[in-house]
């Protein structure tokens, strides 16, 4: 054995792994055993996570943790993993929402038990790589792995009857867009012989090529944030998918459309990205009135927070195409935090499917009166997605404005009159369903939450305020990655 091997970035990317092999050989009727090794697999990874940010050096912008494997040697293609002040988070946030998904479906998930929490150990262990690999080709091989986990989870164990279609739509949608992402890629090694992240930043692409691939990489990209007109199949994807397919869904995978132009838009192609910006600010400031308007007019609870993500995204785009040092850093903030926050949110909604088995929002009210526990938790989480200061969205979306100003007064205002629509329909989504008279005609008992799902939202509660009270714990961490980045744009 080696010294590396005790690279705590290396044993957080495999141990995922192990847990698939384990499970494999448990016998599917000892669904309790599975539940088990789900969990202690799980929380082992998100331990080795934290090891990753004891050891990282924030004083500078060079990959940490790093380890190569020789893979297709003859071809110049190495296997190597990295981690950064960017990527770091997003490997703390998946590793993270993975226990809680676990947990939340201990009783909800009855069949093949074995297999869904396969299932998530393969996501998990593919939305690592997503972020820490440092191959284009591998990042491309694993961007498009996470569909087939997220696949089954829809189809599989989604909650009605439109699950199929949901669960088609969901890989047809994102399949589709990272085709041109495929032919970018092959471009870039043809050109430059090489697939290796660090050396393809020391590259110089012509203007015109830079334009042509800067739309292909985008195609992929925008499916997955996702940004309006690509984003169709979130709303139904999150309709049908099981609570912790929509925890990790809205958690994680919509952070891999940020994270790819963060890694690569904006450093291999600095001239299209500033060309491009107005076309980004467009379609996100769209994205972020017209889902927030399209929010106040839902009537299923779970597509109430989809299309409130769908408006938050939005902002996370204005914020990575300000090109300033404080819009990029608000809007990986801003990722982290919807990450927890509609987490949270989605869980809530599970909370109360499981119990009712309708996410009609007409039959509920009165909602305090019978789950007071329930209610409090639920008022934080709705403050916390309108940005209430003291919360994580607070300072991310502030360090966005901050930095879009600096671009545009007036996308800046425009963006503000989101932030207004995203207080009226959290404020209003949470008086619908907490105040007025209890709907006794529907429901012929009421429970609130249970110890298991009270400890779960007090771990997202204190994530969120850890956040929102010491936002400088992350950005210590990001600032020498993202003044890199904005050294890699040269304006």
């Known amino acids: 054995m080696t010294i590396e091997l005790f690279n705590p970035l290396l044993l957080t990317s495999l141990t995922p792994f192990c847990g698939i092999i384990?499970?494999?050989?448990?016998?599917?009727?000892?669904?309790?055993?599975?539940?088990?090794?789900?969990?202690?697999?799980?929380?082992?990874?998100?331990?080795?996570?934290?090891?990753?940010?004891?050891?990282?050096?924030?004083?500078?912008?060079?990959?940490?943790?790093?380890?190569?494997?020789?893979?297709?040697?003859?071809?110049?293609?190495?296997?190597?993993?990295?981690?950064?002040?960017?990527?770091?988070?997003?490997?703390?946030?998946?590793?993270?929402?993975?226990?809680?998904c676990v947990l939340i479906s201990w009783n909800s998930v009855q069949t093949l038990v074995k297999e869904y929490l396969i299932c998530f150990l393969v996501l998990e262990f593919c939305l690592i790589q997503v972020f820490s690999v440092l191959d284009l080709l591998f990042f491309y091989i694993f961007f498009e792995s996470v569909l087939i986990p997220m696949?089954?989870?829809?189809?599989?164990?989604?909650?009605?009857?439109?699950k199929i279609r949901a669960a088609y739509q969901l890989f047809l949608y994102t399949l589709i867009g990272s085709l041109l992402?495929?032919?970018?890629?092959?471009?870039?090694?043809?050109?430059?012989?090489?697939?290796?992240?660090q050396l393809l930043w020391q590259t110089?692409?012509?203007?015109?090529?830079?334009?042509?691939?800067?739309?292909?990489?985008?195609?992929?990209?925008?499916?997955?944030?996702?940004?309006?007109?690509?984003?169709?199949?979130?709303?139904?994807?999150?309709?049908?998918?099981?609570?912790?397919?929509?925890?990790?869904?809205?958690?994680v995978l919509l952070k891999i459309g940020g994270f790819g132009f963060l890694r690569f838009s904006l450093p291999l192609f600095p001239s299209a990205s500033v060309f491009f910006t107005p076309f980004v600010f467009s379609l996100s400031l769209i994205a972020v009135i017209y889902a927030s308007l399209t929010t106040l007019r839902q009537v299923d609870l779970k597509k109430i927070i989809a299309y409130s993500s769908v408006s938050h995204m939005g902002f996370v785009t204005i914020g990575i195409f300000s090109l300033t040092f404080q819009g990029i850093e608000g809007s990986i903030l801003l990722m982290i935090s919807h990450g927890l926050i509609s987490a949270a949110l989605f869980l809530c909604?599970?909370?109360?499917?499981?119990?009712?088995?309708?996410?009609?929002?007409?039959?509920?009210?009165?909602?305090?009166?019978?789950?007071?526990?329930?209610g409090i938790f639920f008022l934080f989480f709705s403050f916390a997605n309108l940005g209430f200061p003291g919360t994580s969205s607070f300072i991310g979306?502030?360090?966005?404005?901050?930095?879009?100003?600096?671009?545009?007064?007036?996308?800046?205002?425009?963006?503000?009159?989101?932030?207004?629509?995203?207080?009226?329909?959290?404020?209003?989504?949470?008086?619908?369903?907490?105040?007025?008279?209890?709907?006794?005609?529907?429901f012929l008992f009421f429970q609130d939450v249970s110890r298991r799902e009270f400890w779960i939202l007090t771990s997202l509660v204190l994530s969120i305020l850890w956040v929102g009270?010491?936002?400088?714990?992350?950005?210590?961490?990001l600032h020498f990655s993202i003044m890199n980045l904005i050294e890699q744009l040269k304006i």
């Open 22 to 100: 384990i499970l494999h050989f448990i016998p599917s009727m000892n669904i309790h055993l599975c539940r088990l090794v789900g969990l202690y697999i799980s929380c082992l990874t998100f331990i080795l996570s934290l090891f990753i940010w004891v050891g990282f050096d924030s004083n500078t912008s060079l990959f940490q943790f790093v380890h190569t494997f020789n893979w297709l040697q003859g071809w110049n293609i190495y296997y190597t993993i990295g981690v950064d002040g960017i990527s770091l988070f997003f490997i703390l946030l998946t590793t993270f929402l993975t226990i809680i």
């Open 151 to 162: 696949f089954l989870i829809v189809g599989v164990w989604g909650s009605r009857l439109r």
């Open 181 to 197: 992402m495929l032919l970018g890629l092959v471009c870039v090694y043809f050109q430059t012989g090489t697939t290796d992240i």
């Open 204 to 251: 110089q692409f012509s203007e015109f090529r830079q334009l042509v691939l800067w739309l292909a990489f985008f195609a992929s990209f925008a499916v997955k944030i996702p940004m309006i007109p690509f984003h169709i199949w979130l709303p139904e994807a999150h309709a049908e998918a099981p609570t912790a397919g929509s925890v990790i869904l809205a958690g």
């Open 349 to 374: 909604i599970g909370i109360l499917y499981d119990r009712y088995k309708t996410r009609i929002i007409k039959y509920y009210t009165g909602l305090i009166q019978v789950m007071p526990i329930f």
């Open 397 to 442: 979306e502030f360090l966005v404005l901050f930095g879009v100003f600096q671009s545009s007064v007036f996308v800046t205002t425009l963006a503000s009159v989101g932030m207004v629509l995203g207080a009226g329909y959290s404020i209003w989504l949470f008086n619908r369903i907490i105040f007025g008279v209890l709907k006794t005609q529907y």
């Open 469 to 477: 009270l010491h936002p400088n714990s992350l950005l210590n961490e």
